[in-house]
């Protein structure tokens, strides 16, 4: 009998994680221009849960506060000249999309004053993402950031699902119906 239960609630468990799956190779599909750039894992990742410095000196906050909706985490500097150029259409997607589902999460990683990123946030025009840091590094060591920018997608339980290295048009179609497909199997 243990054994019948057993087998009931890992075919359960496997077809839930088969549908979780399902619903990003069907985002996967949608990907063009930079957006094939955007690797989608075969299974979803663990992320660290190393602490990063919130906005204005609000504390401390690990990506565990992130769970329950998807992600677009963006690792970034004030020095990287691609970042200045993504940083607008990202700020599109959170305008587009943010929400109760959906959350835009910029960090920057390494040597960024807060004033420097008050100024790079200001220069760029973006008045909706927050401005937190990683100034040592631990948040964005531990999970393999190398080079900037870089952008991480979680899903809802706060887990890695997918991964673009450099630069790209997250406000292009291909990254809207993404994102749209993304948080419409929720």
Known sequence: MKRIVAAIMYTALALGANAAMAGTSDAAALRTGDMKKLVFHGTPESVSNAAFEMADGE?????????????????????????RKEMPMLSELQDQFGGD??????????????????????????????????PKQKLASQMG????????????????????????????DSAKAIIAKLISEE
């Open 145 to 172: 950031i190398f080079g900037l920018p870089i952008t991480v997608i979680l899903d809802p339980e706060g887990r890695e699902i997918a991964r673009l290295r450099g630069d790209a048009d997250w406000a292009s």
């Open 101 to 134: 589902d959906f959350e835009v999460l910029t960090i920057a990683t390494g040597r960024n004053s807060p004033e420097g990123i008050t100024k790079f946030f200001a220069d760029t025009g973006i008045s909706n993402l927050p401005r937190h840091q990683d």
């Open 59 to 83: 504390g401390d906050q690990t990506l565990a506060a992130y769970q329950g909706k998807y992600v677009l985490l963006n690792f970034w500097a004030t020095w990287c000249a691609p970042c």
